[in-house]
Structure formats: structure tokens, C-alpha cells
């Protein structure tokens, strides 16, 4: 969890100090992360700094510029996915392989690492016998869906960020562009056909049709995730919930994955039942 945090300093410091200003502090505090990171010989580190000093000035930059909080996010995880895009066709080609087996030799030793891990605590045994067995078929399923998975875990860390960010600025009196509230935001409705459309190209027997249709899918059931979490919110803001109970709610829903799937599934549904009625409110503003 710590490390997907680790761009909110460099957008808090951008956004508090001024373009001029951030930019310096931020690049001796990368300049010095810099040379640590020589002198352990650790040359991804210096490629991973410079990405999440990166990731944090573009937030910092997006907020200055009124962008929307989608636009914001968006933005914010395409620069390092495009950047772990090119890696990956670099690092391959290097290396003599298509990319996609370069990603599945990748997740290969990552789960022989999980499995190592599982076996040296003495426990997860029914994990560890479930990865032995399906191993092969993981591996499969992983690599073609890196895509979505990956883009899914910039745009939650840049999503994190931005939240924390803003709380942190506005407790320090630091002028930025309100997100709005976010405990009324929902997804486009059009969007729910992209779901449909990713779920039947899952049914097709065409192994790049359950490609696409499988990322697709993730992509648009992280939107609706963050739907129900906007719902869940809505409902402990209306029933004045107290911080601490509020702080359980959440990482519940973050860590627990029966938790997270009841969210997501609310989040969807919230199309047709409209639980926070919000239809009602906007036909009402209307007459």
C-alpha cells in the first residue's frame, strides 16, 4: 500500500510550492534518490523514481489546470503505462522474445516466488495447491490480461493519490480546484455497453476476441468498482458515520475481495436502481 503512495509527495509539493519552486525541491530529492540508488547499483530504481516523480508533477499539473477528476486519472496513468509499454517491446527484443513471452517468463518466476513464499511461512496451502495445480493456465491468463491489470493498478494508485493529495493540501490552506463531491459520482450510462460488448467477445471462440473482451472487461468493472465506492461513501457521509468507522469501511472494501465484488456489483446496478437518487434529484431540478 506504501508504494502506491509514493507519488503523492512530489504532487503535493508541486501544487504547494509552484511550478518554479517544486520543480527544484522535487529534483534535488530525485537527484539524491538518484545517487542512492547508484551506489547499490540498482539501475530499475532510477527509472522507477523519475516515473513516480513524473506520475506526481502531471497530477499536480492536471489539478492546477481544472481538469476533470476522469481526465486527471486518465492522463496520469497513461504516462507510466506507455512507459512500462515500451519497456517491456524494449527489454524483449533485447532479449530475443515477443514481448508477450518476455511478460509470461516474468510472471512465471513471480509465481514460483508466491508459491516459495506460501511454502517458507507454512501456510496458504490451499492457495499454494491451487497455483501448483492451474499454474500454466494463471500464467496464460495473466499475461494476456497485463494490459487491463496493469492500467487498473496506475489509474487506483493515481486515483489514491489524488484523493490523499487534495486532503493534505486543503488541510495546509493550499488553493486547489475543488474535485467536487465525489460521493454522487457514477460512470457514463453508454459505458455498460462496453461491459456487455467485452462479455460476449469472452464467449466467442477466438482467442484474440477473449483477449480483448477479458480486458475490456476488467477496465470497466474497475469504474464500476469505484462507483459503489462513491455509493458506499454517499451512504456514510447521509448517515454521518464517524471517521474511524468510515477509515474500517474502506480498507475493508480494498483488502477484502468478497467485499470489493459486492462494491463493484453495486456499482453496476446503481444504472438501473439509481440508489442514491440522483435520477429523481435531476428530474426534480428540471420542473
Not at 530499475?44 to 476533470?68: D, N, P, W, Y
Not at 450510462?189 to 483477449?211: A, C, K, Q, S, T
Not at 474502506?250 to 446496478?269: C, E
Amino acid at each position: 500500500m506504501v508504494l502506491l503512495l509514493l507519488p503523492l509527495p512530489a504532487f503535493t509539493i508541486y501544487v504547494e510550492r509552484g511550478v518554479k519552486k517544486g520543480i527544484v525541491l522535487i529534483g534535488v530529492a530525485f537527484f539524491l534518490a538518484s545517487i542512492v540508488a547508484y551506489l547499490v547499483e540498482n539501475k530499475q530504481a532510477f527509472s522507477s523514481l523519475g516515473l513516480i516523480v513524473l506520475s506526481g508533477i502531471t497530477l499536480g499539473e492536471m489539478r492546477k489546470r481544472h481538469f476533470s477528476i476522469e481526465k486527471t486519472i486518465i492522463l496520469a496513468t497513461l504516462i507510466p503505462f506507455l512507459f512500462f509499454f515500451l519497456a517491456t517491446i524494449y527489454q524483449s527484443f533485447q532479449h530475443g522474445r515477443y514481448p508477450w513471452d518476455f511478460v509470461s517468463s516474468s510472471l512465471q518466476k513471480k509465481l514460483k516466488l508466491t508459491v516459495d513464499f506460501l511454502d517458507h511461512l507454512n501456510r496458504g496451502r490451499n492457495e499454494q495447491a491451487f497455483i501448483q495445480e492451474n499454474f500454466d493456465l494463471l500464467v496464460s491468463y495473466f499475461t494476456y490480461l497485463t494490459p487491463s491489470l496493469l492500467a487498473v493498478s496506475l489509474a487506483f494508485a493515481m486515483w489514491l493519490n489524488l484523493l490523499l493529495g487534495q486532503i493534505i493540501l486543503k488541510r495546509r490552506g493550499i488553493s486547489i480546484p475543488d474535485l467536487g463531491d465525489l460521493s454522487l459520482w457514477r460512470p457514463p450510462e453508454n459505458m455498460v455497453w462496453f461491459l456487455i460488448g467485452g462479455g460476449i467477445m469472452l464467449l466467442l471462440p477466438y482467442r484474440i476476441m477473449e483477449i480483448i473482451g477479458g480486458n475490456i472487461v476488467i477496465l470497466m468493472l474497475f469504474a464500476y468498482f469505484l462507483a459503489g465506492v462513491a455509493i458506499v461513501r454517499f451512504f456514510l457521509k447521509k448517515a454521518n458515520i464517524s471517521l474511524p468507522l468510515r477509515i474500517v469501511t474502506y480498507v475493508l472494501i480494498f483488502l477484502q475481495q468478497f467485499v470489493t465484488v459486492i462494491v463493484t456489483a453495486i456499482g453496476l446496478f446503481d444504472l438501473w436502481f439509481d440508489f442514491r437518487k440522483l435520477n429523481k434529484k435531476l428530474e426534480d431540478s428540471l420542473i
